[in-house]
């Protein structure tokens, strides 16, 4: 999608503030003791009460209204009896649309106590993404975000999951372009375009590369492989000749 009118920007950042509050409200209750489950219908009522609807549930009949992933889950965990444990990584991945219009997030949460290392991972996942909007602006190549998030990664001993990419977003879920790499990757050609929507949603890890299916009949989880802790951090922007708009704040 590209943004043409200021309406347009207007109902993508309504339904991208409402990702972002129901985000950090499930942040908020995350502590040992509760479900996914649980958490998951903290983040539906956000949506629901201010007029949106879950995007995976609408557009795929996901079994729940968010994605909350867990330890060695990567992406798109089915909400459900899972207990959270002091220690665990939860990743909550909170898709909406509303007006017809959608909107994409995610980010990653430690419950105490957590060791330096998994505190550091959180961290530098939040770096990850910040590295790669820096590389936003019309006319420069969509590759410079795969490579400098590469970079970063290299840099601080990280791998990044190769099989789970950005996208465009914007009347539909999954728009074009399809596929935006978070990893270095030379078949990449594509150009910014001014008023691009799109997702950047790096998956930093400590040694996966790629996410798996886990064979256990449940068919939406996704696993790291080889099994490691991973973080994903996620906003939908709008690229502009000053840099990205960032659609997915709480405020």
Known sequence: MIVKTEEELAKLKDVGRLCAISIETMAKALEPGITTAELDAIGRKVLEDNGAQSAPEF?????GA????????????????????????????????????????????A??????QVEKLCRDGRRALWTGLQQVKPGRPLAGI???????????RYTL???LSSHGIGKTLHDEPKEVPTWPDP???RVIEEGLVFTIEPFLSLGADWAEDGGNGDPWTLYSEPRALTVQYEHTIVATKNGPIILTLPD
């Open 59 to 63: 557009c795929y009949k996901f079994p």
């Open 66 to 109: 968010t994605c909350i992933s867990v330890n060695e889950e990567v992406a798109h965990g089915m909400p459900g009896a899972r207990v959270i444990q002091a220690g665990d990584l939860v990743n909550i991945d909170v898709s909406a649309v509303k007006d017809g219009f959608f909107g994409d997030a995610g980010a990653s949460y």
């Open 111 to 116: 419950v105490p106590p957590v060791t330096r």
């Open 146 to 156: 795969g490579n400098a998030i590469g970079a970063f990664a290299k840099k601080n």
């Open 161 to 163: 999951i190769q099989n």
């Open 187 to 189: 078949t990449e050609t």
